[in-house]
């Protein structure tokens, strides 16, 4: 195609050409400006006659801003795209940075956490709002020791113990998989006294089995019948589906308890009892929650049995009925501490030695019989010595 005519104006390094107006097949001033930068000459075109509302004039003062300094449309649309390049790589940066927010997110999509909400919860209210933005890189025991000063005035050793150790588990996972390096330090984690086992006196028991035993909503006395007969845990009893009640041989199957693997346990006859005469709907579930599916809380109807029953402040609905259970197999001096172990299915046997002093203030009494007997023994064989024996 031949070069079109360049027709010069009044203002130097100014010219134009004639073209089409778009969609109008009419003629048009095409205005372009001459100018070097670095010792090379650039053409760039200004705008058109009609459609930009160019003149010679304005053509002139584009050029005048190129000369002095000013850059070109081209180079600022090269300008531009690399900036949009150059922010498009820091987003990509930022993205893959190690942050905890990062790898807790990572964290959760490969692992299926039991109680991921109470986690995620811990994260969002605790981790996040310090930690949030750092790589465990940039983490100093300064900054663990200061955030573990504060939440201790206002959250108990045992929380803040669930807070920290869930940061380290997060930071152990980016380790693990690649994704950051190491803590280069441990993170130290309060000292918990956590052997409080709650027990009920026999009063106490009578009256709460009579107020289950009345209680309108089936459903929730079944649940908590079964944890003191049973031991199990809350979890463990919403999980339970008919299909893991083997009435025939008597056992339960317990899926994916807190100790990891399946395990079963024997139903005894009150356990048993409550199975049977429990209602039978066409449901999975044996205690079902809304719509059929997996129960998720029984917090609301537990607190109005505890205080129907006169239950103490402290007494812990649902946890409190398997501490219940184990404590009354621990003192019965018929249970040792293996068998409360498989029956609790707990992982390590120093969860269930909490309730060892139960069995020794059991043995005790027991052997303080002994004392009573040979007291008495030796009391009735003594004999009078006489006078001249010696």
Not at 28 to 40: A, W
Not at 206 to 218: A, E, F, M
Not at 279 to 292: D, I, K, L, Q
Not at 373 to 384: G, L, Q, R
Request: charge should be positive; hydrophobic fraction near 35%; charged fraction near 30%.
């Amino acid at each position: 195609m031949p070069a079109q005519k360049r027709h010069k104006t009044n203002y130097p390094g100014v010219y134009f050409i004639i073209g089409k107006q778009t969609g109008i097949k009419k003629p048009e001033n095409i205005f372009y400006i001459m100018y070097r930068r670095d010792g090379k000459q650039i053409h760039e075109k200004a705008g058109r006659q009609f459609q930009d509302d160019m003149t010679a004039a304005k053509a002139a003062r584009i050029r005048a801003l190129r000369i002095t300094g000013d850059m070109s449309n081209q180079e600022r649309r090269e300008a531009e795209e690399l900036q949009r390049l150059e922010e498009e790589q820091k987003r990509q940066r930022e993205e893959s940075r190690p942050t905890l927010s990062r790898l807790w997110s990572l964290y959760k999509e490969v692992h299926d956490i039991k109680g991921i909400r109470t986690d995620d919860n811990r994260f969002k209210n605790h981790i996040k709002p310090v930690f949030g933005d750092k790589e465990p890189k940039d983490l100093l025991p300064l900054d663990i020791d200061r955030m573990r000063v504060k939440l201790m005035k206002k959250r108990s050793p045992q929380t803040v113990k669930h807070i920290l150790a869930l940061l380290r588990r997060i930071i152990n996972f980016g380790a693990e998989k690649g994704l950051c390096g190491p803590l280069r330090f441990k993170i130290k984690l309060p000292a918990v006294d956590n052997v409080t086992t709650e027990d009920l006196n026999p009063d106490q028991v009578d009256k709460l089995l009579k107020v289950l035993n009345t209680w309108p909503d089936i459903q929730a006395a079944g649940i908590i019948k079964l944890a003191i007969f049973t031991g199990m845990r809350r979890s463990e009893i919403f999980r339970l589906k008919w299909a893991d009640v083997d009435f025939e041989n008597g056992f339960i199957s317990i899926i994916g308890p807190k100790g990891g693997k399946g395990q079963k346990i024997p139903i005894n006859s009150m356990a048993m009892d409550v199975l049977k005469n429990h209602p039978r709907p066409e449901n999975n579930f044996v205690f079902p929650g809304r719509f059929g599916g997996q129960r998720k809380s029984i917090q609301k109807e537990a607190n109005k049995i505890k205080a129907a029953a006169n239950l103490p402040d402290n007494f812990r609905p649902m946890h409190g009925y398997r501490h219940l259970f184990a404590s009354m197999l621990a003192s019965s001096k018929k249970v040792d501490m293996y068998t409360l172990q498989k029956l609790l299915t707990h992982k390590s046997p120093a969860m269930t030695q909490r309730y060892a002093h139960l069995r020794d203030e059991t043995l005790a009494a027991a052997s303080g019989v002994v004392d009573d007997i040979f007291s008495k023994n030796k009391t009735d064989n003594v004999v009078p010595i006489r006078k001249g024996e010696e």
